[in-house]
């Protein structure tokens, strides 16, 4: 597609559920990478995708947050028995392979957990 | 931990007046970025400076890269009303990941 593609565009859920947020990379892009934001603050980086590469997962806070990316493109981030502070706004960018390359960051998924 | 931190957190100025916001860093990279982020949606790319160049030009950006002081700036000349917006800076190193500041809140005023 044109840019990155992030779905839902917003999500209510319970304290305790299971959320799966989506993420469409541009076409071609090699790495992907998931963020998060909390209010009025900067990007918290979650993890990064590579190609075929093992994933770097050192930004995951914790063992309830997982991240697959299926083929090489399409991604979900899991985020299991959600806690009202994974309130926030979840950012997926993507990018060409190389530390040179600009990197394209979707609208992003805002979740709110009550 | 965030690399980069933006100064100053917030800065308001009338229309027509440059911008300016400085980024700091703490570890070398190899490239910086600056994203603007309106109302908290998306982060748009507005420019990418490598590590071995000093200052690039975009419209009316201006980004200048200091690598011995571990910081750059962002130049916003005539500011308009929608150039109000938050922005970041962002560096990439050894990590492929992006790190970023916590950014500044700009408001132009008409």
């Known amino acids: 597609g044109a840019g990155v593609s992030q779905s839902p565009s917003n999500k209510v859920t319970e304290k305790g559920k299971d959320v799966e947020l989506r993420c469409d990379p541009i076409?071609?892009?090699?790495?992907l990478y998931w963020y998060r934001q909390s209010l009025g603050q900067g990007l918290e980086f979650l993890i990064y995708?590579?190609?075929?590469?093992?994933?770097?997962k050192s930004g995951l806070p914790s063992d309830r947050f997982s991240a697959e990316r299926t083929g090489g493109s399409v991604s979900t981030l899991t985020i299991q028995r959600t806690q009202q502070e994974d309130s926030a706004v979840y950012l997926c960018?993507?990018?060409?392979?190389?530390?040179?390359?600009?990197?394209?960051f979707g609208e992003g998924s805002w979740l709110t957990v009550v | 931990s965030q690399q980069g931190e933006e100064d100053p957190q917030a800065l308001s100025i009338q229309e027509g007046e440059n911008a300016t916001m400085n980024c700091s860093y703490k570890t070398s990279i190899n490239n910086l970025q600056w994203y603007r982020q309106n109302s908290g949606r998306g982060l748009v790319h507005l420019i990418l400076?490598?590590?071995?160049?000093r200052e690039k030009h975009s419209g009316r950006l201006r980004v200048t890269l200091d690598t011995s002081k571990k910081s750059s700036s962002l130049l916003i000349t005539a500011s308009r009303a929608a150039d109000t917006a938050s922005y970041f800076c962002a560096t990439s190193g050894s990590a492929r990941q992006l790190t970023f500041g916590s950014g500044t809140q700009l408001t132009v005023l008409p």
């Open positions: 960018a993507s990018s060409l392979e190389g530390t040179g390359n600009t990197i394209y």
């Open positions: 995708f590579q190609g075929n590469s093992a994933p770097d």
């Open positions: 076409s071609g892009h090699t790495a």
């Open positions: 400076i490598r590590s071995n160049e």
